[in-house]
């Protein structure tokens, strides 16, 4: 069983910054993509960045420039560092993980989230 846990969302004033991390812990034998949502209650869960295992990086448009998605394979982690908030990226943040396991000789390749990390900005 594969477990994503995210952590460092709460409260920051506009113009404030956070970084959230994402641990993923189990029987992981690779980590492929790896990506930040976020969604707010009642819509559609939407795209902040992916990172690939080789580093590439994906953001979406609005958000590029003030969050920098990051991840540190050896540790099986993610981050996202967001700059400059503004209350519209009040949300809950959702991390995402492509993870291959082993099991019985065989490979298995699916999606895992996590519970989700709540980001408020307000002043």
């Known amino acids: 069983q594969v477990q994503l846990v995210e952590s460092g969302g709460g409260l920051v004033q506009p113009g404030g910054f956070l970084r959230l991390s994402c641990a993923a812990s189990g029987s992981i034998f690779s980590i492929n993509t790896m990506g930040w949502y976020r969604q707010a209650p009642g819509k559609e869960r939407d795209l902040v960045a992916t990172?690939?295992?080789?580093?590439?990086?994906n953001y979406a448009d609005s958000l590029k420039g003030r969050f920098t998605i990051s991840r540190d394979n050896a540790k099986n982690s993610l981050y996202l560092q967001m700059n400059s908030l503004k209350p519209e990226d009040t949300d809950v943040y959702y991390c995402n993980a492509e993870v291959v396991t082993f099991t019985r000789g065989q490979y298995y390749r699916m999606a895992y989230w996590g519970k989700g990390t709540l980001v408020t900005v307000s002043s």
């Open positions: 990172i690939t295992s080789g580093g590439s990086t």
